[in-house]
């Protein structure tokens, strides 16, 4: 390592230590000063109550120095008058307070003692700490000051230029000097043909996706060709089906373009304060009317739970939810919906059914898009829900905390 960082770190170092030091030194003084009042004062309390056998604010109390013959200070007297006693009570404090001062003093002296002592080890702990932070900022440094001659120019381009195009391919320099250039290459060519591979599978079950209703509406409307001007059951039929495949499929193009947006960054939060209580109460009093075939229970935070959000895209995630509770729920079974804090104090949302379940492997990649479970494919659907739900609560800053079993149920949270 350079002097120069040596000296930097030396520098903050003992700015954060002094600084650390300053304010143990100044909360001594205040605390010093509390217990130098707090004792004196609870013993004349004591002494008052004792004589007395009370304490009373119209009490008169009074201070007067006693001297000697020559006049000097002698003595502190302490004199408190109650109108109901027929003696003051009177109390000579200079010696008492002395051996208190005494006191006081040593413990204080003790203290600040302690304090410096530690300041010792503070600044040894917080230059440990900084160690490793200067050691990669020289690190850097050297590498920023670092010059490569035309060779190690020519090298890195022809190595670029004779990489494969397979996924395996890794460029490999056989330079010790230009390792973090190949390892960095390295890292960049594998995200790259990661990012290549969700976008093909994307696209591919997407096509997939959409080919079933266009192959449906396409098949309904031969049928309409032939037979359906003159068979009337026929027409109704064929109406009804492709009325139920475009709906389906503008569901689908609809999901496609909010996660296109929201990966092209097009989609903006608009945070305000959203109750949790009454986000939820909303979205539980929609499941009771379009939903009749479940029983519905809220359980409401109390008190109400407030974060920053966006209320519309955190009632999607929450609707996204509710309806997958309800397809995996057989009619006349519960779904509880609930808003709280957990152990953490962190808030939450939580919708809990009581349907067919997951397997552990499920629940691993249920956010992933268009991932559908075998014993989900019997159910109508996209796949697309959960990735959607899974992209609000991200931007939000949340997480989701899923617990599923095999035939008793799900329950998912919503921590924000």
Do not use: C
């Amino acid at each position: 390592m350079s002097s120069v960082p040596n000296k930097n770190m030396n520098s903050i170092t003992t700015r954060l230590t002094a600084g650390r030091l300053g304010k143990a030194l100044a909360r001594l003084f205040f605390r010093g000063l509390f217990w130098l009042f707090l004792v004196p004062a609870a013993y004349l309390a004591v002494r008052e109550h004792t004589a007395f056998g009370r304490l009373s604010v119209k009490t008169e109390r009074e201070f007067t120095i006693v001297r000697d013959t020559a006049g000097e200070p002698e003595d502190l007297l302490y004199t408190a008058r109650d109108g109901e006693a027929a003696e003051p009570l009177r109390i000579r404090l200079w010696s008492s307070l002395r051996i208190w001062l005494i006191v006081w003093g040593v413990l204080l002296g003790l203290q600040f003692i302690g304090i410096l002592i530690a300041y010792q080890s503070e600044k040894r702990r917080v230059r440990e700490i900084l160690t490793p932070l200067y050691e990669l900022a020289a690190q850097a440094e050297a590498l920023s000051q670092m010059e490569f001659g035309e060779d190690k120019y020519r090298l890195i381009e022809d190595a670029v230029s004779h990489l494969g195009a397979d996924d395996g391919a890794r460029l490999k320099l056989g330079d010790s000097d230009l390792a973090g250039v190949e390892a960095a290459i390295n890292n960049l060519l594998t995200r790259i043909r990661e990012s290549n591979r969700q976008q093909a599978r994307f696209v591919n079950d997407a096509s997939h996706e959409l080919r079933t209703p266009i192959a449906v509406i396409s098949g309904y409307a031969d049928i309409l060709a032939r037979w359906g001007k003159d068979d009337e059951k026929v027409l109704n039929e064929s109406i009804a089906a492709i009325r139920t495949e475009t709906q389906r499929m503008k569901h689908l193009v609809e999901q496609l373009l909010f996660l296109a947006r929201g990966d092209a960054g097009r989609t903006q939060l608009q945070k305000e304060d959203v109750s949790l209580n009454a986000l939820m109460r909303e979205a539980y009093e929609e499941s009771l009317m379009i939903d009749e075939a479940h029983v519905y229970r809220f359980t409401e935070a109390e008190p109400d739970v407030t974060v920053q959000a966006d209320p519309g895209l955190l009632k999607q995630a929450v609707r996204i939810l509710l309806d997958n509770a309800a397809k995996y729920t057989a009619a006349g079974d519960e779904i509880l919906l609930r808003t709280g804090r957990d152990d953490n104090g962190r808030p939450f949302l939580q919708v809990q059914d009581t349907g067919i379940g997951m397997a552990r492997a499920d629940v691993e990649h249920m956010f992933e898009r268009f991932y559908r479970a075998d014993e989900a494919r019997s159910v109508e659907g996209t796949g697309l829900g959960l990735s959607i739900a899974k992209w609000i609560v991200d931007k939000h800053g949340g997480h989701f905390e899923v617990l599923s079993r095999e035939d008793l149920g799900t329950r998912i949270r919503i921590v924000l």
